[in-house]
């Protein structure tokens, strides 16, 4: 039997973590000065990384970073670093810059991984997958991720309706919002990495 409470709590978990209302300004904020069909397939693109990603973590992703010898502190203080530098860019305008804008594709780095896919997801999609009992429990798992992304790819996908309403001078504020908010959860992100590593250690 499809196990319902499995799907809601990780739903709603992979929900808070992953933040479609809140990805909307960074994804706006990242994907400005391109075409609209070229932002159109960048918001695919992000939804089609995380999920992979999320994926194969769900599947051996404890494997990997024991084979690796990487703990989930680590990976927390390095994908804040990442997602930090990406801000810097945000807030100081380098995104806007014609040779990043064509060379960068954003929805692999950092909006598929780790912006979407990050420690906090990737931990929530393990745990779930070790924890769920019987089939009825690993579809219910499988599912929710499926549907999490799902959601965040319609919400990407028409976030470009707010570019037409807000125009030009928008964008560059939403831009600048972005990169804060995004600076924001970066620092919090290596403050909980590095809080775990103080407990750990």
């Given amino acids: 039997m499809f196990d319902i409470a499995v799907f809601g709590s990780l739903f709603l978990t992979l929900f808070v973590i992953m933040d479609p209302p809140g990805i909307t300004p960074i994804f706006l904020g990242l994907t400005s000065g391109r075409p609209v069909k070229v932002q159109r397939r960048m918001a695919w693109q992000a939804a089609l990384v ?3 990603v999320i994926t194969l973590f769900g599947l051996c992703g404890k494997q990997i970073l024991d084979y690796l010898h990487v703990s989930m502190p680590a990976l927390m203080v390095a994908g804040g670093l990442l997602l930090l530098l990406v801000a810097l860019d945000l807030l100081t305008g380098k995104s806007d810059e014609p040779t990043q804008t064509k060379e960068v594709n954003v929805a692999l780095v950092p909006l598929g991984m780790p912006l979407l896919a990050g420690p906090g997801a990737i931990v929530s999609v393990i745990l779930a997958v070790q924890r769920a009992d019987g089939v009825g429990g690993q579809v219910a798992v499988w599912a929710a991720i499926a549907a999490m992304h799902l ?7 028409y976030s470009l309706l707010i570019v037409r309403l807000i125009k030009e001078g928008g964008v560059v504020l939403v831009t600048r919002l972005s990169g804060m908010l995004l600076s924001a959860i970066a620092v919090q992100q290596i403050a909980n990495g590095v809080t775990q590593f103080i407990q750990n250690g």
Avoid at 151 to 157: G, I
């Fill in 50 to 52: 995380a999920f992979g």
């Fill in 151 to 157: 959601v965040l790819w319609l919400t990407m996908r």
